[in-house]
């Protein structure tokens, strides 16, 4: 078990900016979770996918973002015409479908995005 | 939507003193996990509650679902300095296969 992986660990941008980051879930999940974190408040689900399919988008989700999971395995979450209102950690998890959806999810380090 | 709130959002306790933190769901879940966010990491699994009125023990930390299954507690006996970070609870409503987190109690412990 490798971990989940993300990159990069930090990014800054300047607002308007498009970013795009990467996550590597763990080999034999088959779910993977985008979440946001900003300080002193708990993960905001963003979107899952179930191997390569996008299942669940978050209805505060803006149009300016985007998720993909190609073949099933790693995905990437791009941020058009990024805003200051974007900093935040992204943090990535992924789980395996198990009995009913008892799966605990298992977190990356997360990237760091700065706004300015 | 589904909302998790957690109390307290902060609490400073002296080594040795317990502490517990507070759960609660808008609606009623399927089920319950628990996470650790240690200072500057990402969010840690310790368990998860499934049973209405479930009780599971890890050493010093007890988990409890409530029988409505709508709330949960954890309780951590004789606070350790190991013990500090935030504690999440994230919710599962029934039919989703989305985690609700609350904010998190952010658990302080001076030696």
């Known amino acids: 078990d490798t971990g989940v992986s993300q990159d990069p660990r930090h990014k800054i941008t300047k607002r308007g900016q498009n970013v795009t980051f990467r996550c590597d879930p763990i080999?034999?999940?088959?779910?993977l979770y985008w979440y946001r974190q900003t300080l002193g408040q708990g993960p905001e689900f963003l979107t899952y996918f179930q191997n390569e399919a996008q299942l669940e988008k978050s209805r505060l989700l803006s149009n300016r973002f985007s998720a993909e999971r190609p073949k099933g395995s790693f995905s990437t979450l791009e941020i058009q015409r990024t805003e200051q209102g974007d900093s935040a950690m992204y943090l990535c998890?992924?789980?395996?479908?198990?009995?009913?959806?008892?799966?605990?999810?298992?977190f990356g380090n997360g990237t760091r995005l700065t706004v300015t | 939507g589904q909302q998790v709130m957690q109390i307290p959002q902060y609490q400073h306790v002296q080594e040795g003193e317990d502490f517990t933190t507070y759960c609660n769901s808008s609606?009623?879940?399927?089920?319950i996990q628990w996470y650790k966010q240690r200072p500057g990491g990402h969010p840690v699994f310790l368990i998860q509650?499934?049973?209405?009125?479930e009780v599971k023990k890890q050493k010093r930390l007890t988990f409890q679902f409530g029988e409505a299954k709508k709330n949960s507690s954890l309780h951590i006996t004789a606070t350790q300095t190991t013990d500090v970070g935030t504690y999440f609870c994230?919710?599962?409503?029934?039919?989703?296969?989305?985690?609700?987190f609350g904010k998190g109690t952010m658990l302080l412990v001076s030696p």
């Open positions: 998890a992924s789980s395996l479908l198990g009995e009913g959806n008892n799966s605990p999810l298992h």
């Open positions: 080999s034999e999940h088959n779910r």
């Open positions: 509650l499934v049973k209405s009125g």
């Open positions: 994230a919710g599962r409503g029934s039919g989703y296969s989305t985690l609700t």
């Open positions: 609606t009623t879940l399927s089920n």
